[in-house]
């Protein structure tokens, strides 16, 4: 979607990071103006960024209220009414830069604020940041998707959001394959993707073609217990590795199994990790550790 390489998918605990730095940095700021590169103009044809550049200027004015994030999104929310939605779920970054730091060579749209710094995002892939009403943020497809309440968000312990219970009620009436269950647009819970959906599953030991509804109790506390423990641990080291945070610094969790690895021997078992096709996608896995009943 871009001609500039394709970085990191951001998911839940990515999201979650960078919602965190910029309500630290953001909060209070006015923005002065916007600016969309030369490059934003096939984005804004196939829908990523805003067409009519009008949006943007609606933005102009306004002061960082605060920012929330849910799931692959994160909304910047400002006084006048407006909201900025960012989604670069499969491949974007969003920076930050002090005033006086000279622009940076990519990105597609350019927030400049009344203190002389500016938030810079690039979408690489699948994704979005769009300009947003109040009055229209509830039918915004990513917003509404990530922040249905209805889904389970593993990075909301409060009230029961996250608990076992639910998980396992969730999965036990579920009759798809597992992927369809836990990641995209038909998936029980928010913040997921296919790399994550690999980790998790090699964790809990259970082979990826495998339905939901085939799941034992013990299986399914497994697979909870491993979302829990990838999503905590990538909030506490930053992040996965080769993506980057607001202030352009790595995180450092290194997925147990997941892209690129096929080929390679398991650091479990020794058994050589084999690629397979599965709901439109790849994923890898160790035929030894997660064997298919």
Same mark, same amino acid.
């Given at each position: ?12 605990? %990515? ?8 309500? $630290? ?25 805003? $067409? ?58 350019? /927030? ?5 710094? #500016? ?15 109040? &009055? ?26 996250? &608990?076992? %219970?639910?998980? &396992? ?53 497994? /697979?909870?217990?491993?979302?829990? #423990? ?45 690629? /397979? ?17």
């Amino acid at each position: 979607m871009s001609n500039f390489a394709r970085a990191p998918s951001v998911e839940g605990p %990515e999201a979650a990071i960078l919602a965190g730095q910029m309500l $630290r940095e953001l909060v209070g700021k006015r923005v002065a103006r916007f600016d969309l590169s030369r490059s934003a103009a096939r984005l804004q044809e196939i829908g990523f960024l805003n $067409r009519d550049p009008a949006d943007y200027e609606q933005l102009v004015g306004g002061v960082v209220d605060t920012v929330v994030a849910r799931g692959n999104t994160v909304v910047m929310k400002l006084d006048n009414g407006m909201n900025l939605v960012f989604s670069p779920e499969y491949g974007g970054e969003i920076f930050f830069w002090e005033e006086g730091r000279s622009l940076p060579a990519q990105y597609h749209l350019k /927030l400049d604020f009344d203190d002389g710094s #500016f938030l810079t995002t690039r979408i690489t892939s699948m994704g979005g940041v769009t300009a947003t009403r109040d &009055s229209e943020l509830a039918h915004h497809y990513l917003y509404a998707r990530d922040f249905n309440r209805e889904l389970l968000d593993p990075l909301d312990p409060a009230s029961g959001g996250f &608990s076992f %219970e639910r998980f &396992s009620a969730a999965l036990s009436a579920a009759t798809r394959g597992m992927k369809s269950v836990l990641v995209g647009k038909d998936a029980i819970l928010v913040g997921i993707s296919n790399s994550t959906f690999q980790d998790l599953f090699y964790r809990a030991r259970i082979h990826p073609k495998r339905r939901a509804s085939e799941l034992g109790t013990d299986e399914r506390l497994a /697979l909870f217990e491993a979302v829990r #423990f990838v999503m905590s641990e990538r909030l506490r080291l930053g992040g996965k590795n080769k993506w980057l945070d607001l202030y352009r610094r790595p995180g450092g969790y290194v997925a147990a199994m997941g892209p690129g690895m096929a080929g390679q021997a398991c650091g479990e078992c020794g058994a050589i990790i084999q690629k /397979l096709a599965l709901g439109g996608g790849d994923v890898n896995l160790c035929p030894s550790c997660q064997r298919y009943p």
